[in-house]
């Protein structure tokens, strides 16, 4: 039987380039296992690592998208159908690197990913927040003391996802929670086991809900923008205004993901073809008019009149229905990250 043809991701130290001094090392790609990933292929004999990533880390930080990229078209050159990256342990930009991969390469080729970091990494709350069902953190040590652990442990996860076993809850199955609830068969009706739930508390003893609230940070109000007239505004919209055909493979309900499509050189959205990506309204005056949604005929109205310095290129899009606000929030971070990379001084935010 064929060995399962695994992806392998490490930074720039644990792939041998060198430490700090070589944090700006450009994405690169070995046909063998190095590093940890050799280790990793002794204790998983059951796969074979085809191909090792590594990047340094400021530069993954620097050239994120670019990075990702690369990585996908190597992974489908390889024909990788799993993914393992670091372990992370407590670094932070290394950890937030590893869930990136990991979340980019699950969305887009559909393949279970495992990584391993301290529950004290940044990355872990970037994990937390993707939930992303083919996505698996394991808990390891804060420092690298703990490789041999902590490989072990990742090896014996592949192992397990190689036959197809089903994961149960994150609990039972030693990986880090991602925040939501799996469909099982259990003995007591949600009645016994609410009244269970409330002895316990009432008892002092201790007690895990089965439904965890999720909080909603405070977001504190952005300061004006001092001069509109020297601004650059983009338009952000979630009424899930997309290019024909949906390429780019948005969903209508439950979102994780956000494009930008150029706008340049158009005074009204009717001056292209748009698709309509969207499940909570109906579409029909949309698709008449997708200057409902991304009012482009309007703002190139006011820029006209200089109320405004220039409107970006681009306008960004994800539809908003049904989505968990910890993968808007992700979506918004990164929406964000690139606007700062762009030069964008503010946002139009249109209501669907």
């Not at 046909?31 to 074979?48: D, N, T, V, W």
Request: charge should be negative; include cysteine.
């Amino acid at each position: 039987m064929a060995k399962i043809r695994v992806m392998h991701y490490l930074n720039q130290f644990f792939a041998g380039v060198g430490g700090e001094d070589k944090a700006d090392a450009p994405v690169g790609f070995r046909e063998e296992s190095i590093g940890p990933a050799r280790r990793f292929q002794e204790l998983c004999k059951s796969l074979e690592i085809a191909v090792t990533a590594y990047c340094g880390d400021n530069y993954f930080a620097e050239h994120e998208s670019d990075v990702l990229v690369s990585i996908l078209e190597t992974a489908r050159k390889y024909d990788i159908k799993m993914l393992v990256a670091g372990p992370a342990f407590g670094a932070g930009r290394y950890g937030f690197a590893c869930v990136e991969v990991c979340h980019f390469l699950n969305v887009s080729l559909n393949i279970p990913c495992i990584t391993g970091m301290s529950v004290n990494s940044p990355g872990v709350e970037l994990y937390k927040g993707y939930k992303d069902k083919g996505v698996f953190l394991l808990p390891t040590s804060e420092a690298a003391l703990g490789m041999e652990e902590a490989l072990s442990k990742m090896a014996r996860f592949a192992s397990r996802l190689i036959k197809g076993e089903a994961m149960g809850p994150a609990p039972e199955e030693g990986y880090i929670p991602r925040g939501f609830r799996l469909r099982a068969v259990v003995n007591k009706t949600g009645a016994e086991r609410a009244v269970d739930m409330l002895l316990d508390k009432l008892g002092g003893r201790t007690f895990a809900t089965e439904i965890p609230i999720e909080t909603v940070e405070e977001i504190p109000v952005a300061p004006p923008i001092a001069d509109l007239k020297d601004a650059c505004l983009a338009i952000v919209s979630t009424a899930g205004v997309v290019v024909p055909g949906n390429p780019d493979g948005f969903k209508t309900n439950g979102n994780t993901q956000w494009k930008k499509y150029s706008i340049d050189k158009m005074n009204c959205m009717k001056d292209a073809k748009w698709d309509v990506l969207h499940g909570g309204y109906n579409t029909v005056f949309m698709h008449e008019n997708p200057n409902y949604g991304v009012p482009l005929d309007v703002c190139r109205e006011i820029e006209r009149e200089k109320i405004f310095g220039k409107l970006y290129p681009y306008f960004y899009v994800t539809p908003g229905n049904g989505a968990l606000i910890s993968a808007m929030q992700a979506v918004g971070n990164e929406i964000l990250r690139d606007m700062r990379a762009e030069g964008v001084g503010g946002v139009l935010l249109v209501s669907t």
